[in-house]
Nanobody, 119 residues
């Protein structure tokens, strides 16, 4: 069972920055890709950014130019650098990983980390 552990959330003022980390319990080379999702109160979970093992990164329009997703393969960790935060970025942020195992696609989620941006 893959474990994803997020960290780095917290309370920040508008215009500030945070860096989220997601540490995987096994080599992230085994995944098709990893991503960050977020869910605000009363809203559906949405994709924020994704980074495939092979391919280009992808961002939600609302975070383009402000957020950057990256990976450190040696540490089995994916990061989300969030700059110029605004109150609309307040949400629980979840790390996600996908892989194919024995012909079946498997999706894993972390426990989530709260990001709160005050105005």
């Amino acid at each position: 069972q893959v474990q994803l552990v997020e960290s780095g959330g917290g309370l920040v003022q508008a215009g500030g920055a945070l860096r989220l980390s997601c540490a995987a319990s096994e080599s992230i080379f085994r995944f098709l890709g990893m991503g960050w999702y977020r869910q605000a109160p009363g809203k559906q979970r949405e994709l924020v950014a994704s980074i495939p093992t092979a391919g280009i990164t992808n961002y939600a329009d609302s975070v383009k130019g402000r957020f950057t997703i990256s990976r450190d393969n040696a540490k089995n960790t994916v990061y989300l650098q969030m700059n110029s935060l605004n109150p609309e970025d307040t949400a629980v942020y979840y790390c996600n990983a996908d892989r194919v195992r024995r012909g079946a696609r498997e999706t894993y989620w972390g426990q989530g980390t709260q990001v709160t941006v005050s105005s």
